[in-house]
């Protein structure tokens, strides 16, 4: 079996034997998910061995008829961009399960239910990264909210079936535009020849302007809603604030990668013409979610909306970066979606502790950990420097590159965004104060610091951030041809730097 | 001289076979003890269908005009609907099992001292078995009559027995027999259009046969009133049987007063025999003029299926819920039609059966949610549901995925393909609206969900009856179905891609 799809079939074997595993053994039922976790890492890993570097192209693909009629291939393969992605989601469920290890015991299910959708989440993550057949790519991009739908509305807090509805509903309903443009895609596709589903077959289609227009906004709010891109946002906090961290890490961290993942894989490759048309207003709009999200991430009071907001703010980043269409911008954008989900596990792990310990999610009620608790506090002062894009550590580089690619091209843009550069060190570095510094709130005397448990969970995604923020190069080596050949597909090319200005 | 006419009785036997069935049954009423009669009846029910399905796949691949003289025209597409009719009747029939759907004595007064004494002695009406048989046949016929007479036969024997079971139910007998008199008068109504419409074409064409009346279209120059009008007229009577907007008002009273097993069964079937029949005469005797026809088919079909999503978020009742998405569908489905093409009618037959089995599985799942008085249909008291019975609930969120169109579901599929289709024949308004209007339903379907899955059971949360061996295969059969056809759809859709002959 291609070593691809051994990644992508793998934790449904873990679902298997969760499904033999009896439901009262709870710590057996963890460890069978986190030993799949692990394999499947181990697999993603050894893809490494099989991929070659610098070169263009989807690699490690396979590809059997699915639905012999439309054409639809069980079709997948990686580039640079599916590549990194992928390794981010094998890396951080194994964590999640680590770092969440007691979160599903309150839920309104058991123990064994909760692993089993996680790990049917894992499937549907990797293999929306590794598909290169469109109707494949739906499929999995709405099947995997089902399994989001009944992690947050079953084991998260507060009003949680509320949170979990509206995540549902947003989320299907861009879906379904995007459905409408998919099915546009694949007429246009039966006029020019054997219909066909394959992206890379799609790329070189002839679409005329308009239908470009329309198919494009299918594709792209359908992406937008996912991202989340102001003003298609709204769902998102209130899904941050309910759902279990270990939830919000995959949302906030893989999930909502989709979303841009796919306008970089659809909507520039496939549309290049009405990318460049509606380039502009999405770059507005994504300097929009950097302040926005920024002010109102100053403005929160619940610690798990605050990161929420942040993540929005960073989102406009990473879509600046996208529509700046530049290499540069690109690079880092793609850079950018590894780094945040990195920062924000990090972000919700320590902030899942902290609220574990507290039973509560007000910034308020923290405060004075720093003298308790150090090594939870300096865990989450890392984490927080990292979502500030502190030079050294990974989203430093990322928001740098960002900024850089599209000064190039719009040097307005580039500006404004710098904006949320300051902006994030204000409701940062306002958190940490609440939380760690000053007067030792009463209630928090008597908090443990971080268990052997916690620290082990934590530790690899601290050395990601420090490794990939020193030493970016393996990473962004990964991306460059990818890049490239993305930037050559949506024909734009670098503008050339006026010199002496 | 006289000839005599030919029939071929091999390929009308399905038909023949199950009227047979249901003549049976009529005896078994008169003739055997009232202890024995449910199980006979059941047994003959169910192997009278099994064994026309049977037949139907031997002669799947046969192809004949002239079946019966002209009015009946056997081929891929009309066997197809047949098969489908009668694979999703046999399922349906399965949870008609239960013993305490059906009233006791219809024709005892509801309260009234002969109904107590019914009830009393335990008994139930069996006639239900022969009436669905009858039905069924009409149902085979319909989608396979190639003449509007024989349509219009295939119609009535279709509806009558319908408009009976419909005021049979054993509880909440007024509301039974309101929905049952309200179907009959609108059923009669709108088989009045069909025959008027019908005589206006035969006027125009001189010919009851499908073929002559697109022959008689086909001519340039003709004056097309009476073709126009006959169209419209007939065209009544076939949007109130799938029950497209704005002539669905029957619907969701009807749906709610059938005993639950019926709705289900009357819900896929009738559906599946009126989109076999109403393909059949669009395309082969109207295809000519589809230019005056195809605006308005568009028109309706818009506002059925944003009208029947729309209408569905504010109900409470989970049958008039399953109702109301019902006539989604029809909206739907209709898309399959205005593309008239190949692919349209694939999608459609793909449609049909994919939403079938789904239909009948969920009406199935609403027949075991009850309390101490019988079924209960308040979708508030089904809070929590999945927490009494994760299988039950499992299975009917399974099916209301299928309907909402979510992947990995044979509605999924189904959605896709018939919207392709509608697509690529240039109808993209379609499209768009269908998609929103899909969105629209989702909000119902999940809400659905949300009761069963995150709300807590509250003290007269229901109970999920215990199901009988037949109960449990009908509700896993539909299970299996939605799921497999939704990962891999090739099974059914390939067959329904080679059985797309029409004959002309």
């Given at each position: ?10 934790p ?17 039922i ?7 976790s ?22 490690l693909?396979s590809?059997?008829?699915?639905f012999?009629?439309?054409?639809i291939?069980?079709?997948v ?17 194994p ?14 299910w ?6 089993m ?61 995007m ?5 546009g ?12 589903f394959?992206?890379?077959?799609l ?17 792209f ?74 002010f ?8 798990n909306?605050?990161i ?9 980043f ?70 500030l894009?502190l ?14 690619g599209?000064?190039?091209?719009y ?20 958190l ?8 030792l709130?009463?209630?928090n005397?008597d ?6 448990r916690e ?13 990939l ?9 990964v ?23 | ?11 009308l ?21 009232r ?11 169910l ?26 025209s ?5 066997l ?10 046999f399922?349906?029939?399965?949870f008609?099992?239960q013993?305490d ?23 139930q009406?069996?006639e ?6 009858f ?77 002559m ?6 001519v340039p120059g ?12 007939m ?51 109207f ?26 978020i ?19 489905l209709?898309?399959g039609?205005?593309?008239?093409s ?14 079938g ?5 969920a ?10 008085t ?101 509700i896993?059969i539909?299970f299996?179905?939605t ?17 797309t002959?029409?004959?002309?």
């Amino acid at each position: 079996m291609n070593l691809l799809t051994l990644t992508i079939v793998l934790p449904l074997l873990g679902v298997l034997g969760l499904v033999a595993a009896p439901k009262e053994n709870t710590h057996l039922i963890k460890l069978i998910a986190l030993g799949s976790s692990l394999v499947t890492l181990v697999s993603s890993l050894l893809m490494l061995t099989k991929y070659k570097f610098g070169v263009q192209g989807f690699q490690l693909v396979s590809s059997h008829s699915w639905f012999k009629v439309f054409n639809i291939n069980y079709a997948v393969g990686i580039d640079g961009l599916a590549l990194v992605l992928i390794l981010l989601t094998t890396v951080l469920v194994p964590i999640v399960v680590v770092g969440g290890w007691n979160e599903a015991e309150n839920g309104r299910w058991s123990v064994k239910t909760f692993y089993m959708l996680i790990l049917v989440l894992e499937t549907f993550m990797v293999g929306v990264f590794a598909a290169t057949d469109v109707f494949l790519f739906y499929v999995i991009f709405e099947a995997m909210l089902v399994p989001v739908y009944f992690l947050i509305g079953g084991y998260g807090r507060g009003d949680r079936a509320a949170a979990a509805l509206k995540f549902l509903l947003y989320s299907l309903f861009g879906g379904l535009l995007m459905l409408a443009a998919v099915i546009g895609l694949f007429v246009v596709s039966i006029h020019q020849g054997p219909g066909s589903f394959d992206v890379t077959a799609l790329s070189h289609l002839k679409i005329s302007h308009n239908t470009q227009d329309w198919l494009f906004l299918g594709f792209f709010i359908a992406f937008a809603i996912k991202a989340p891109l102001f003003p298609f946002h709204t769902w998102l906090p209130g899904a941050a604030k309910s759902a279990t961290p270990g939830t919000s890490i995959l949302v906030l961290g893989v999930l909502d990668k989709v979303g841009t993942y796919g306008m970089i894989r659809f909507c520039l490759t496939l549309f290049p013409e009405a990318t460049k048309t509606f380039a502009p207003y999405i770059i507005a709009l994504s300097l929009i979610s950097i302040i926005y999200g920024a002010f109102l991430a100053i403005g929160q009071r619940d610690l798990n909306s605050l990161i929420a907001f942040t993540s929005i703010s960073h989102f406009g980043f990473i879509v600046l970066g996208i529509f700046a269409m530049t290499s540069q911008g690109l690079t880092g954008a793609t850079l950018y979606m590894v780094n945040h989900g990195f920062s924000t596990a990090a972000l919700f792990l320590v902030g899942g502790w902290m609220i574990e310990r507290r039973k509560s999610t007000q910034v308020e009620d923290f405060g004075g950990l720093q003298r308790i608790t150090p090594v939870m506090a300096w865990s989450f002062f890392i984490a927080g420097m990292s979502a500030l894009a502190l030079p050294g550590l990974s989203s430093f580089v990322s928001e740098f590159l960002v900024l850089i690619g599209t000064f190039t091209r719009y040097p307005a843009a580039a500006i404004i965004g710098t904006l949320g550069i300051v902006l994030a060190a204000l409701y940062i570095l306002i958190l940490v104060q609440r939380t760690l510094h000053g007067p030792l709130q009463p209630g928090n005397e008597d908090t443990p610091d971080l268990n052997w448990r916690e620290k082990f969970a934590l530790a690899p995604v601290i050395v990601a951030l420090v490794l990939l923020g020193f030493y970016p190069k393996p990473a962004i080596h990964v991306i460059d041809p990818a890049t490239s050949q993305i930037m050559a597909a949506a024909q734009v090319t670098d503008p050339t730097p006026l010199a002496g200005k | 001289m006289l000839t005599t006419p030919s029939l071929d009785y091999n390929l009308l036997a399905p038909i023949l076979i199950v009227l047979g069935g249901a003549l049976l049954g009529v005896f078994v009423e008169g003739f055997v003890g009232r202890a024995y009669r449910a199980r006979i009846q059941i047994i003959i029910a169910l192997v009278t269908t099994a064994t026309a399905f049977c037949w139907v796949i031997s002669i799947h691949n046969l192809v004949s005009q002239t079946a019966a003289v002209d009015s009946v025209s056997i081929d891929g597409g009309g066997l197809f609907m047949q098969g489908a009719i009668l694979a999703l009747a046999f399922v349906a029939l399965l949870f008609f099992t239960q013993d305490d759907h059906f009233a006791p004595q219809a024709s005892a007064l509801p309260g009234s001292q002969e109904e107590a004494a019914a009830v009393l002695a335990g008994v139930q009406m069996t006639e239900i078995y022969p009436l669905v048989l009858f039905a069924i046949s009409g149902m085979l016929l319909f989608p396979v009559a190639h003449d509007l007479i024989t349509l219009f036969v295939a119609l009535e024997v279709l509806s009558i027995p319908l408009y009976i079971i419909t005021g049979l139910a054993r509880r909440r007998r007024l509301l039974s027999q309101e929905a049952a008199l309200k179907y009959f008068l609108l059923g009669a109504y709108s088989s009045a259009f069909f025959l008027f419409g019908g005589a206006l074409l035969y006027g125009f064409s001189g010919s009851l046969s499908l073929a002559m009346i697109r022959n008689a279209a086909a001519v340039p120059g003709a004056n097309h009133i009476f073709l126009l009008l006959g169209i419209v007229l007939m065209s009544v009577g076939l949007l109130f049987k799938v029950g497209a907007v704005p002539f669905h008002s029957w619907t969701p009273d009807v749906y709610q007063g059938a005993p639950t097993a019926v709705t289900g069964f009357m819900a896929a079937c009738t559906k599946v025999a009126a989109f076999g029949a109403m393909f059949r005469i669009f395309i082969v005797g109207f295809a000519a003029v589809q230019n005056d026809w195809r605006p308005v088919f568009v028109a309706i079909s818009i506002v059925t299926m944003a009208g029947g999503a729309i209408a569905a978020i504010s109900q409470r009742d989970v049958k008039r819920t399953l109702a109301y998405s019902s006539i989604t569908h029809a909206g739907f489905l209709m898309a399959g039609i205005i593309a008239l093409s190949k692919a349209g009618l694939t999608s459609m037959m793909f449609y049909l059966v994919a939403y079938g089995f789904a239909t009948i599985g969920a009406f199935g799942i609403v027949t075991l949610v009850r309390d101490s008085t019988g079924e209960v249909n308040d979708l508030n008291r089904w809070a929590g549901l999945a927490k009494k019975s994760p299988g039950v609930a499992t299975a009917f969120a399974l099916f209301l995925l299928s309907f909402g169109g979510i992947p990995l579901t044979a509605g999924f599929i189904a959605k896709f393909s018939i919207f392709t289709a509608a697509y690529a024949s240039g109808n993209i308004a379609i499209v768009v609206v269908g998609v929103l209007s899909s969105a629209i339903a989702l909000f119902f379907y999940l809400r659905v969900i949300l009761i069963m899955f995150f709300k807590e059971p509250t003290d007269d949360t229901v109970t999920v009856a215990i199901p009988s061996f037949l109960v449990t295969t009908g509700i896993t059969i539909c299970f299996v179905i939605t799921l497999v056809l939704g990962v891999y759809p090739n099974l059914l859709f390939n067959l329904a891609n080679t059985m797309t002959t029409l004959v002309p």
